[in-house]
């Protein structure tokens, strides 16, 4: 074969959540059956990067490496750019190419707004202006990957008519979300709309259903209505279709690649915080 699909996802500590990407892949092969679609996680799967990249160079003349990931933060900047290149010094008649990841552009947005959509039908359809939007993201060190979620929360406020469209995160940075709930209500929502910005289930979406039903117990008189992830709505295998079909526009070169500093952390595994500080002009 000429040319190998690497999916990669995150990996769950939650079983399902590995086997809903699996699934995920399965469905996006079946509508591409002249293409060789292989998956690896980067951790807690049975199939890790490495493994991964030499399973889709084995019998492949190019491999497309696509990152499963919402926005480029430092599992995208840093460990799937140096597991390419380690897996380029072992297969050097092998051409890897690296996809954008998922992004969060104009395609997310469009699946934001038609989940909030069908949950504010949800809740009978209430005053915009006393229904609060809240966008709940995973979190992250980078702050340009947090910076995409307010992205995304600014655009639907400029779609719709709320009067507060506000974000929060499940951890590593601020604010959580039941600081940004308790905002709300002291601003005077009634109704609240939760989505989370996430691909595939695991054990923070677990979290966040418990977070909502303590709100529900917190606030008995607040209308809270929870969103799912959207790994499988139609709108992300578009985006897959895209990068797939675009990667030759790019060369396969990502945003960060041959950045000085994300070279000089290389050896560093475990570092995922991207220091863009020293007048360092950069597109992430």
Not at 252 to 277: E, I, M, T
């Amino acid at each position: 074969m000429n040319e190998t699909i690497l999916l990669i996802g995150h990996g769950s500590r939650k079983t399902a959540g590995n086997e809903e990407i699996l699934c995920f892949a399965e469905t996006w092969r079946s509508h591409h059956s002249g293409l060789h679609v292989e998956v690896c996680f980067i951790e807690h799967g049975k199939v890790l990067m490495n493994d991964g990249l030499d399973k889709a160079a084995a019998n492949s003349k190019q491999v497309i490496v696509v990152p499963l990931f919402l926005n480029a933060a430092g599992h995208v900047k840093m460990d799937i750019p140096q597991a390419v290149a380690a897996a380029r010094t072992r297969h050097p008649g092998i051409e890897f190419v690296s996809t954008a990841p998922l992004g969060m552009g104009r395609e997310i947005h469009a699946i934001l707004r038609h989940r909030i959509e069908h949950l504010l039908k949800e809740l009978a359809v209430p005053d915009p202006r006393t229904t609060g939007i809240i966008l709940l993201g995973r979190g992250s060190s980078d702050a340009g990957a947090n910076g995409e979620i307010a992205k995304m929360a600014r655009w639907l406020f400029e779609d719709m008519q709320h009067d507060l469209v506000d974000i929060a995160f499940t951890g590593i940075t601020l604010p959580r979300l039941e600081t940004v709930v308790q905002r709300q209500v002291k601003l005077g929502m009634t109704q609240i709309v939760i989505q989370p910005v996430y691909l595939f289930t695991g054990v923070l979406i677990e979290r966040i259903e418990q977070q909502a039903a303590r709100l529900r117990q917190s606030y008995p008189h607040i209308a809270f209505a929870l969103g799912g992830y959207f790994g499988f709505d139609a709108g992300i295998n578009k985006i897959v279709d895209a990068r797939v079909r675009d990667h030759a526009a790019t060369g396969g070169r990502l945003d960060c690649d041959g950045c000085k500093y994300r070279l000089a952390a290389a050896h560093d595994h475990h570092h995922h915080q991207h220091d863009h500080d020293h007048n360092h002009a950069h597109t992430c």
